[in-house]
Antibody, heavy 119, light 105 residues
Framework: QMQLQESGPGLVQPSETLSLTCSVSGGSISSYSWNWIRQPPGKGLEWIGYILYSGDTNFNPSLKSRVTISIDTSKNQFSLKLSSVTAADTAVYFC?????????????WGQGTTVTVSS | SYELTQPPSVSVSPGQTARITCSGDKLGDKYACWYQQKPGQSPVLVIYQDTKRPSEIPERFSGSNSGNTATLTISGTQAMDEADYYCQAWDSNTGVFGTGTKVTV
């Protein structure tokens, strides 16, 4: 059974870069799209972007200028970087996989990691 | 940008049927998925490709999608179904989540 685990700093200074990693265990990182989603306190889910095994990426247009997603197939990990953060980027950040067939949904999620942007 | 709109809340008595709608422009031309999220937990996929259930999801969960509206139906709602529910679709390779609906049993 594949499992995902997010890791990274829980506190980030305003204007700095948020960096998170999602470690994939129990299966190969190939054959899926790997997504980042966030949820501000008390609010709904927001899709941030995805990366494929090939390295192809796609991002939420509202975040595109600040987001980088990369993949390290040798370590079975993928990562998120969000630059120039503000308090509005405070959220629980989730990683999730989706089978590369349109509409299959994100069927495996990490437990989420809380990131607070504050000085 | 593409938007998916859900009612903020739905209230249902135990054993009754809950219906949660998700509205978006020509949503029926896309696939809709549904997620259940309980407090402090990660979302769980309950419906994919409009109508399909993952094997571990109870049969009381069903979905439909036509025109501009996708619907998640919970038949014989149980107390354990109390949660937030989100629809999700893809618009030109961009993921979009609905605004979310809190189901109270």
């Amino acid at each position: 059974q594949m499992q995902l685990q997010e890791s990274g700093p829980g506190l980030v200074q305003p204007s700095e870069t948020l960096s998170l990693t999602c470690s994939v265990s129990g299966g190969s990182i190939s054959s899926y799209s790997w997504n980042w989603i966030r949820q501000p306190p008390g609010k709904g889910l927001e899709w941030i972007g995805y990366i494929l095994y090939s390295g192809d990426t796609n991002f939420n247009p509202s975040l595109k200028s600040r987001v980088t997603i990369s993949i390290d197939t040798s370590k079975n990990q993928f990562s998120l970087k969000l630059s120039s953060v503000t308090a509005a980027d405070t959220a629980v950040y989730f990683c999730a996989r989706e089978v590369m067939v349109r509409g299959y949904g994100m069927d495996v999620w990490g437990q989420g990691t809380t990131v607070t942007v504050s000085s | 940008s593409y938007e998916l709109t859900q009612p903020p809340s739905v209230s249902v008595s135990p054993g009754q049927t809950a219906r949660i709608t998700c509205s978006g422009d020509k949503l029926g031309d896309k696939y809709a998925c549904w997620y259940q999220q309980k407090p402090g937990q990660s979302p769980v996929l309950v419906i994919y490709q409009d109508t399909k259930r993952p094997s571990e999801i109870p049969e009381r969960f069903s979905g439909s999608n036509s025109g501009n509206t996708a619907t998640l139906t919970i038949s014989g709602t149980q107390a354990m179904d109390e949660a937030d529910y989100y629809c999700q679709a893809w618009d030109s390779n961009t993921g979009v989540f609905g605004t979310g609906t809190k189901v109270t049993v």
